[in-house]
């Protein structure tokens, strides 16, 4: 069964550091990725996706995260974060074709920022 | 423009209960997903529908069940409520089923208790 994992169930970090958020997911054929964000009290946003092409994608917010198919991973980066940056996180992948809209999460890693 | 609206927000329910939670899509969109997103977890595919036809169906029992109306907006069902069906159930939209480049939109959610 098709699955993602998300390794880093709560990150703490100061205001500047750099952050990278693990994604791993089980599916060896075409993928499509995303990040999502939920901050507290909002609902869920997209952060950023990967559909094809360069494997480094960019997103909203100065987020950026690289697909390496080779590692099955889509880790989520930022060389510098906010306390605004407070929120959980969530990978998710769509596969192949004929599963067609059926978005599989992660667990979700939430980001606690110190100012 | 409107985004995904759902009600109620917050809902508190008995064990053997029904309940029925509601959906709005985004305007222009056709496509209705349910998701249920258990406390510390990412959220779960229910099922979705498009063209008022349950496309695509996740790991879920019988109980929960759902109906999409002409001008898109859904209904999930569920019947005889379990403990174990407290969580958020939200609800995603997105323009046309069949591709897995569907971007979808997230509502903030229906916070379901069950007692």
């Known amino acids: 069964a098709q699955s993602v994992s998300q390794h880093n169930h709560h990150v703490i970090l100061s205001e500047a550091a750099s952050l990278e958020l693990g994604c791993n997911y089980s599916y060896g054929g075409t993928v499509n990725l995303f990040w999502y964000v939920q901050y507290p009290g909002q609902h869920l946003q997209l952060l950023l996706k990967y559909f094809s092409g360069d494997p480094l994608v960019k997103g909203i917010k100065g987020f950026e995260a690289e697909f390496i198919k080779s590692k099955f991973s889509f880790n989520l980066r930022k060389p510098s974060v906010q306390w605004s940056d407070t929120a959980e996180y969530f990978c998710?992948?769509?596969?192949?074709?004929?599963?067609?809209?059926?978005?599989?999460f992660g667990s979700g890693t939430r980001l606690s920022i110190r100012p | 423009d409107a985004g995904v609206t759902q009600s109620p927000t917050h809902l508190i329910k008995t064990r053997g209960q029904q309940v029925t939670l509601r959906c709005s899509p985004k305007?222009?969109?056709?496509?209705v997903s349910w998701y249920q997103q258990a406390l510390g977890q990412g959220p779960q595919f229910i099922f979705q529908y498009y063209e008022e036809e349950e496309r695509q169906r996740g790991n879920f029992p019988d109980r929960f069940s759902g109906h999409q109306f002409p001008n898109y907006s859904s209904e999930l069902n569920v019947n005889a409520l379990l403990l174990g069906d407290s969580a958020l159930y939200l609800c995603?939209?997105?323009?046309?089923?069949?591709?897995?480049?569907?971007?979808?939109?997230f509502g903030a959610g229906t916070r379901l208790s069950v007692l």
């Open positions: 995603a939209s997105s323009l046309g089923a069949g591709t897995a480049k569907n971007i979808q939109y």
């Open positions: 305007s222009g969109h056709d496509t």
């Open positions: 998710a992948v769509i596969s192949g074709y004929s599963s067609a809209s059926k978005i599989i």
